[in-house]
């Protein structure tokens, strides 16, 4: 349970920016880091590196990886597949539940300060967005997607023109919900995703520099 705890700490870690992508690690810091021995750190590792979020190299240094631009391309391609199925299928099951945890979301996206507080906010709201779909491995799929790109988050402070775009597709999606229009709702999604996808891409390109 600890070392799962310790998995999960330093995913945040590395979403929120503490831990950059391509820079060195070590155990001890990272013991250091989480207030931790190192055992935990140690078993934490192999688990971190089978999952993509840390690089070991032939000298035995451990990076951050860095995302290639390619793998972005790739998991924006299966998200486009995935998550209009998604919406559509929740808009024809939705609910006044569902449509009023959209709305919630929405206001809490417009008024985050911090990554942290958008990251959440967006999550929330695409739950809501997708929660009438009762194909649970299809949720499931999309939220470990959404996961492995969260470090997008740091692109969209308040005010910046990204935000303003987001905001504009999040209100247009809720709208789209409010009126059952699953086509018109794909529509919107399929370009979201696709902003998000230039501003990622954006961020590999200027972190591999």
């Known amino acids: 349970m600890l070392t799962q705890s310790i998995v999960e700490r330093i995913k945040g870690a590395i979403e929120s920016g503490a831990l950059r992508a391509g820079s060195a690690i070590g155990q001890q810091q990272l013991a250091d880091q989480l207030g931790v021995s190192r055992q935990p750190v140690?078993?934490?590792?192999?688990?971190l590196i089978a999952e993509g979020w840390i690089e070991s190299l032939p000298n035995r240094r451990l990076l951050v990886r860095e995302l290639a631009s390619?793998?972005?391309d790739e998991i924006f391609a299966v998200r486009r597949l995935l998550e209009p199925v998604a919406?559509?299928?929740?808009i024809e099951h939705a609910t006044p539940a569902m449509l009023r945890r959209v709305n919630f979301a929405l206001t809490e996206y417009?008024?985050?300060?911090t990554p942290a507080e958008l990251e959440s906010a967006d999550v929330a709201f695409h739950a809501a967005l997708y929660s009438c779909c009762d194909n649970a491995t299809l949720l499931r799929l999309i939220?470990?997607?959404r996961?492995?790109?969260k470090r997008v988050y740091e692109l969209k402070p308040a005010g910046s023109a990204l935000r303003k775009a987001a905001i504009a597709e999040h209100r247009k999606l809720?709208?789209?919900?409010?009126r059952r229009d699953a086509r018109g709702a794909s529509a919107v999604l399929t370009a979201h995703l696709d902003a998000a996808q230039a501003a990622m891409r954006k961020?590999?390109?200027r972190e591999r520099r």
Request: charged share 30%.
């Open 110 to 113: 417009e008024e985050a300060d």
């Open 174 to 178: 809720a709208a789209l919900c409010e």
């Open 143 to 145: 939220e470990q997607l």
């Open 147 to 149: 996961r492995s790109l």
């Open 203 to 205: 961020k590999v390109t």
């Open 42 to 47: 140690r078993q934490a590792l192999p688990l």
């Open 87 to 90: 919406l559509a299928a929740s």
């Open 70 to 72: 390619t793998e972005v």
